[in-house]
């Protein structure tokens, strides 16, 4: 099984740059939380979340083209290959998420982005961040933009949840860790 030190080993020989480090952590913890919504190994989520953009910060124009190969030669199993090329299903891969796993991390990368937005601009950080609030900017296209919406809505349509309850998830599961993910607060800056 892929462990998740595993995958920060393998992960810190292509990724340097803080802010895709910082997402690739938002997306580890919130596919940990939605492992264990599924009963599945959380684990082996969180370091498929943390490999997921392993060729991103070298081959951008190229992403995913440059991961299956190292990865394999790296003894990944395959299924946590595919898990990983799966969440650029429809952009820069043709592998349809198919398990609860890769229809989750489709959805994950692109939602953790508005929720680590939300939480950055609250005085306590991810902390008291609520669905509600989410929601709000969620609907609000101007925040955050860059986050992809219609990906996050058709994740959810295969998850067959709403995007409420995957948010609600994503955040319980980043909330223990708002201090490495630089989501505490300005009151805990203080």
């Given at each position: 099984m892929l462990t998740?030190?595993?995958?920060i080993e393998l992960n810190a020989e292509m990724v340097s740059e803080e802010s895709l480090l910082l997402h690739e952590k938002n997306v580890c913890y919130a596919m940990g939380a939605m492992a264990e919504h599924f009963g599945e190994e959380p684990e082996r989520w969180r370091a498929i979340g943390m490999l997921h953009d392993y060729d991103y910060e070298k081959y951008p124009d190229e992403h995913l083209q440059h991961t299956a190969q190292p990865l394999r030669e790296a003894g990944v199993p395959e299924e946590d290959i595919r898990a990983i090329l799966s969440h650029g299903y429809g952009g820069c891969?043709?592998?349809?998420?198919e398990t609860n796993l890769e229809?989750?991390?489709f959805t994950v990368d692109e939602l953790t982005g508005i929720i680590q937005a939300c939480a950055r601009m609250r005085p306590n950080g991810i902390q008291d961040l609520e669905v509600k609030s989410f929601m709000?900017?969620?609907?609000?296209k101007r925040f955050a933009a860059k986050c992809n919406r219609e990906l996050i809505l058709q994740g959810c349509d295969m998850l067959g949840m709403d995007?409420?309850?995957?948010a609600e998830i994503c955040i319980a599961g980043m909330k223990p860790h708002a201090e490495e993910l630089h989501l505490q607060g300005e009151a805990a800056a203080l």
């Amino acid at each position: 099984m892929l462990t998740l030190d595993r995958a920060i080993e393998l992960n810190a020989e292509m990724v340097s740059e803080e802010s895709l480090l910082l997402h690739e952590k938002n997306v580890c913890y919130a596919m940990g939380a939605m492992a264990e919504h599924f009963g599945e190994e959380p684990e082996r989520w969180r370091a498929i979340g943390m490999l997921h953009d392993y060729d991103y910060e070298k081959y951008p124009d190229e992403h995913l083209q440059h991961t299956a190969q190292p990865l394999r030669e790296a003894g990944v199993p395959e299924e946590d290959i595919r898990a990983i090329l799966s969440h650029g299903y429809g952009g820069c891969t043709d592998v349809k998420p198919e398990t609860n796993l890769e229809k989750s991390l489709f959805t994950v990368d692109e939602l953790t982005g508005i929720i680590q937005a939300c939480a950055r601009m609250r005085p306590n950080g991810i902390q008291d961040l609520e669905v509600k609030s989410f929601m709000k900017k969620f609907k609000d296209k101007r925040f955050a933009a860059k986050c992809n919406r219609e990906l996050i809505l058709q994740g959810c349509d295969m998850l067959g949840m709403d995007i409420r309850e995957v948010a609600e998830i994503c955040i319980a599961g980043m909330k223990p860790h708002a201090e490495e993910l630089h989501l505490q607060g300005e009151a805990a800056a203080l």
